[in-house]
């Protein structure tokens, strides 16, 4: 194994690494490692397997870690139905699904209901643990009801589902609410944030005083306000409020934007772009921004959100937009020339690996 004796968080743990620990077996005290999917989750656990296994063979490993794809299918009549095509007994099962996929004719609903059915049947089958891996969380917008309108918590609901089918342990990038965690009782849920991703990514931006980073509301200032510290720039935060769903109205971006010529405008997601559509037109109409970059988390590849960034492109000086691979993107959105996508597969099989053996989780969970 390769690390640094004194540093946990850059080490990558193998088999025969935990064989020369005392008391320990090659085989982790969690079982056997397997990683599975569900067809939607294929194509990001795909990429995180073959970066499991090219970290393993760097750490000096002989052994191979274990995939199963595509565990679901549906019948003519449209049930989902799951079958393992090798024994699980006393695995340890990370299960990887995206819930949204629009490259694909299944709905959040359809991709929910197979993620469900394959926890049950690693469950049923023996698995020691499962550990769902649900990079973009869907119905985490529903955290709470709407106020005067009579609606569940939806959120919590989908966490009772999941713990009933048998998952034991949540692995996540970015939801869109911390209370999260508290849906899933004493469960552990490891929330991994992007923090340091875009850091990295706007590195070149550092302690410029031309440059300010923007949240699009009140939700995302804190995140944007330990980006601005760790670049040493300036924040501002846009005040907005929704007169219908889906449906954005800024009245001012508070900040002091005294000479800033670039914005970088960071969001947990892209939506219809309702938001950030209005953000960045009031700060190029009102402070004369020359400049604009957008990161985020997941982008939901909605036509209308194409086409309002089209519009930010040519109108509004949007030189390029960051979006991670939670989400499959579609071919009309790959085809942006200012849009790019960051695979997390690094990321992701460290944080496999890490929860696998036990180890600590501090430096991939922020």
Not at 231 to 254: C, G, I, M, Q, W
Request: aromatic share 8%; proline share 5%.
């Amino acid at each position: 194994m390769i690390k640094d004796e004194t540093s946990d968080e850059t080490a990558f743990y193998t088999p025969e690494w935990v064989a020369h620990e005392p008391g320990h077996t090659t085989e982790s005290v969690r079982g056997k490692l397997l990683i599975a999917s569900c067809r939607s989750g294929s194509p990001l656990a795909s990429s995180v397997v073959q970066r499991y296994r090219q970290l393993l063979a760097e750490a000096g490993a002989t052994d191979e870690v274990a995939y199963m794809e595509n565990v679901d299918f549906q019948f003519t009549d449209s049930e989902t139905c799951v079958r393992l095509d090798s024994d699980v007994n006393g695995y340890d099962v990370h299960l990887f699904q995206s819930l949204y996929d629009p490259t694909a004719n299944r709905s959040v609903d359809e991709n929910m209901m197979a993620f469900l059915i394959a926890a049950r049947a690693f469950r049923e089958w023996g698995a020691n643990h499962i550990c769902a891996i649900l990079p973009y969380l869907a119905y985490a917008r529903q955290d709470k009801p709407t106020r005067y309108q009579r609606e569940p918590t939806t959120a919590k609901l989908m966490a009772d589902m999941a713990i009933v089918a048998g998952i034991d342990r949540l692995i996540t990038w970015a939801p869109h609410s911390p209370q999260i965690h508290g849906f899933y009782g004493s469960m552990p849920v490891d929330a991994m944030e992007p923090l340091s991703l875009f850091i990295d990514e706007f590195q070149r931006f550092q302690g410029r005083d031309d440059v300010i980073a923007v949240a699009p509301d009140a939700g995302a200032a804190e995140y944007v306000l330990h980006f601005s510290h760790a670049l040493n720039l300036r924040t501002a935060v846009a005040s907005k409020h929704r007169p219908r769903p889906e449906e954005t109205v800024v009245s001012e971006v508070a900040g002091d934007l005294t000479n800033a010529r670039v914005a970088i405008v960071l969001d947990d997601m892209i939506s219809t772009g309702g938001t950030l559509y209005a953000v960045i037109e009031r700060l190029v109409q009102e402070q004369d921004i020359q400049e604009v970059y957008i990161g985020v988390s997941h982008n939901l590849c909605i036509e209308s959100a194409r086409e309002r960034l089209l519009r930010l492109h040519q109108d509004y000086n949007l030189r390029q937009v960051i979006v991670t691979n939670t989400i499959p993107q579609t071919p009309a959105f790959l085809d942006l020339p200012f849009l790019s996508v960051r695979s997390l597969a690094e990321r992701f099989a460290r944080m496999i690996n890490q929860v696998h053996y036990n180890r600590p989780l501090a430096e991939l969970v922020r």
